[in-house]
T-cell receptor
Framework: AQSVAQPEDQVNVAEGNPLTVKCTYSVSGNPYLFWYVQYPNRGLQFLLK??????LVKGSYGFEAEFNKSQTSFHLKKPSALVSDSALYFCAVRDGADYKLSFGAGTTVTVRA | NAGVTQTPKFQVLKTGQSMTLQCAQD?????MYWYRQDPGMGLRLIYY???????DKGEVPNGYNVSRLNKREFSLRLESAAPSQTSVYFC??????????????FGAGSRLTVL
């Protein structure tokens, strides 16, 4: 079985400050990890993925994520947050052999001006 | 470039009524999915179709049926709607990259209310 935990329901940061959204996962095989973002009344948009290789992956809109196998974590980061980054962020995991993608409960990010 | 199109965007049903959510993608993707989104629970997979002609249950299939009509279209049917099925439904599609990853492209969602 595979699962994802996002321990924070909400993250609040000031514009210009670093942003971190936490994610831990559990899979039986090799993990394929993803971050998606959802703006109000919209579908989810893909941000970045980790498949293999470098533990630091870069994605859209200046976001990056660090894969840590020993801690089974895949935290999303942005060095300098913008007000426009305010949205709902989802971490997702897939066992390498599977088609099904399991999502976390989501973290609401609010960036204040 | 339409991507993934879902209809209807909004629907209100009475308990016991039936309805079908339609989904179509124009990206020639092999795999299609139906998720529901509920507050505090993230997205939960209802059914998926890895390829044309196949469908499989996800985490929460009870009360739903699906049809993969062709490569483009994947419909979700509620035979006898219940208030517990009030949710926002998302259709998604993907192709399997050489790396083995499959990045999902989502539709805009269908908000269903069952009274």
């Amino acid at each position: 079985a595979q699962s994802v935990a996002q321990p924070e329901d909400q993250v609040n940061v000031a514009e210009g400050n670093p942003l971190t959204v936490k994610c831990t996962y559990s899979v039986s095989g090799n993990p394929y990890l993803f971050w998606y973002v959802q703006y109000p009344n919209r579908g989810l948009q893909f941000l970045l993925k980790y498949i293999t290789g470098d533990n630091l992956v870069k994605g859209s809109y200046g976001f990056e994520a660090e894969f840590n196998k020993s801690q089974t974590s895949f935290h999303l980061k942005k060095p300098s947050a913008l007000v426009s980054d305010s949205a709902l962020y989802f971490c997702a995991v897939r066992d390498g052999a599977d088609y099904k993608l399991s999502f976390g409960a989501g973290t609401t990010v609010t960036v204040r001006a | 470039n339409a991507g993934v199109t879902q209809t209807p965007k909004f629907q209100v049903l009475k308990t016991g009524q039936s309805m079908t959510l339609q989904c179509a993608q124009d990206m020639n993707h092999n795999s299609m999915y139906w998720y529901r989104q509920d507050p505090g629970m993230g997205l939960r997979l209802i059914y998926y179709s890895a390829s044309e002609g196949t469908t499989d249950k996800g985490e929460v299939p009870n009360g739903y049926n699906v049809s993969r009509l062709n490569k483009r279209e994947f419909s979700l049917r509620l035979e006898s709607a219940a208030p517990s099925q009030t949710s926002v439904y998302f259709c998604a599609s993907s192709f399997r990259e050489i790396s083995g990853a499959n990045v999902l492209t989502f539709g805009a969602g269908s908000r269903l209310t069952v009274l």
